[in-house]
């Protein structure tokens, strides 16, 4: 079966670096994406990943490893409205999106 | 204004009735979606539209239906509703000409079934 993983919960501190992890186990690859979703709130887009390697988008980078199936969400000096949930989703080879069941992320000031 | 409106936010409602979430969108996209969102589990997909007459099911279709009366609207039914379907309903957006096929939700539907 295809399968999404990632932690369910972190705590991370204000200003400080934190890296959400996300493995997963998919019938095929096409990309890889991680959104935010803040309480109560629709899901936003952060960034996808096709091909190996680091993407830099200002505070937030996402990281993949494609013979691991592996990848990682990097945030940077950390602002309590980073206070969210944040969902890894794998585009298979059907071109459909299988997700995680996210990770919550707890700042502290 | 959303880009992509969900009608009604918040509806309460009783086992057996029907209900319609409505979906609209001024991104002028060719897809749109309706996923599921229930604690510890990762969002589901119920239906999927590529276009006017194009409907496919999802992974979790059962109990459900869907109408996409024209590119911009794309609405979801309940015919009986029971209490398992008690769960927030998010609609979403897609451009099939866009390079990472980006989804653009809507701000969501609570549905309560009592």
């Known amino acids: 079966g295809q399968n999404i993983d990632q932690p369910t919960e972190m705590t991370a501190t204000e200003g400080a670096i934190v890296q959400i992890n996300c493995t997963y186990q998919?019938?095929?690859?096409?990309?890889l994406f991680w959104y935010q979703q803040h309480a109560g709130e629709a899901p936003t887009f952060l960034s996808y990943n096709v091909l190996d390697g680091l993407e830099e988008k200002g505070r937030f980078s996402s990281f993949l490893s494609r013979s691991k199936g592996y990848s990682y969400l990097l945030l940077k000096e950390l602002q309590m409205k980073d206070s969210a949930s944040y969902l890894c989703a794998v585009m298979d080879s059907n071109y459909q999106l299988i997700w995680g069941a996210g990770t919550k992320l707890i700042i502290k000031p | 204004d959303a880009d992509v409106t969900q009608t009604p936010r918040n509806r309460i409602t009783k086992t057996g009735k029907r209900i319609m979430l409505e979906c609209s969108q001024t991104k002028g996209h060719d897809r749109m979606y309706w996923y599921r969102q229930d604690p510890g589990l990762g969002l589901r997909l119920i239906y999927y539209s590529f276009d006017v007459k194009d409907i496919n099911k999802g992974e979790i279709s059962d109990g459900y239906s869907v109408s996409r009366q024209a590119q911009a609207k794309f609405s979801l039914s309940l015919e009986s509703a029971i209490p398992n379907q008690t769960a927030l309903y998010f609609c979403?957006?897609?451009?099939?000409?866009?390079?990472?096929?980006?989804?653009?939700f809507g701000e969501g539907s609570r549905l309560t079934v009592l």
């Open positions: 979403a957006t897609s451009d099939s000409t866009a390079h990472t096929g980006e989804l653009f």
């Open positions: 998919t019938s095929g690859f096409n990309g």
